[in-house]
């Protein structure tokens, strides 16, 4: 398996609920990440989780907590988005935090905020 | 600091004709450099990286990139275009110090038939 699964694909959310998105990886990759990535844009770093240990927050806002249950799997919970929070959100693995390791990314998720 | 530069944001090629993505980079130390593409509504796929040793590298689907420490560049290029080939491109850079991977602004690169 060389794929990282992001889930779901399309979401659409009120700017009152909460919802989460979900990142698999199968490669034993102990390095992951978030991104947020506006239309024709570069990603932007959101979080990166070493060894499934936050290492880095970006100075993201709290309406966004990420969390890592296991070396496979990333999540993002979302609460109290704003409209300009909608966006397409990639995950990213990589073998090891660091170094020359390529990153593998997920297909996203493309947010809608209403 | 570390910073990545993609000074064209589109790049027109007639299918057939070679193309060049152009990337030039500033890091502490020697870089790891990497091209990624993105088509639309997808995430992105890696296409090839310079970690270290031949200047040349090559990669998916026919693309390659040279290395050159002196102009500290790491251009994207390719023979024979491919109308599949019409993408976002976007290059990459790390220092071998660490530091997060850093991403150019992107190019958006149409072949036409």
């Known amino acids: 398996d060389t794929e990282v699964t992001q889930t779901p694909k399309h979401l659409v959310m009120g700017m009152t609920n909460k919802k989460s998105l979900k990142c698999e990886q199968h490669?034993?990759?102990?390095?992951m990440y978030w991104y947020k990535q506006k239309a024709k844009k570069p990603p932007e770093l959101m979080f990166v989780?070493?060894?499934?240990?936050?290492?880095i927050n970006e100075s993201v806002p709290s309406r966004f907590s990420p969390e890592c249950p296991n070396s496979s799997l990333l999540n993002l919970h979302l609460h109290a988005l704003q409209p300009e929070d909608s966006a397409l959100y990639l995950c990213?693995?990589?073998?090891?935090?660091?170094?020359?390791?390529?990153?593998?990314f997920g297909s996203g998720t493309r947010l809608t905020v209403v | 600091a570390q910073s990545v530069a993609q000074p064209e944001d589109q790049v027109n090629v007639a299918e057939g004709n070679p193309l060049t993505v152009k990337c030039t980079y500033s890091?502490?130390?020697?870089?790891?450099l990497f091209w990624y593409v993105q088509y639309p509504n997808r995430g992105l796929q890696f296409l090839l990286k310079y970690i270290t040793g031949d200047n040349l590298v090559k990669g998916s689907y026919g693309f390659e990139a040279e290395f050159n420490k002196s102009q500290t560049s790491f251009h994207l290029k390719k023979p024979s275009a491919l109308v599949s080939d019409s993408a976002l491109y976007f290059c990459a850079v790390r220092g071998n110090q660490g530091g997060k991977l850093i991403f150019g602004q992107g190019t958006e690169l149409s072949v036409k038939p």
């Open positions: 989780y070493s060894y499934e240990k936050l290492s």
């Open positions: 490669m034993g990759h102990r390095a």
């Open positions: 990213a693995s990589s073998q090891l935090p660091g170094q020359g390791y390529g990153y593998t």
């Open positions: 890091v502490s130390g020697n870089p790891y």
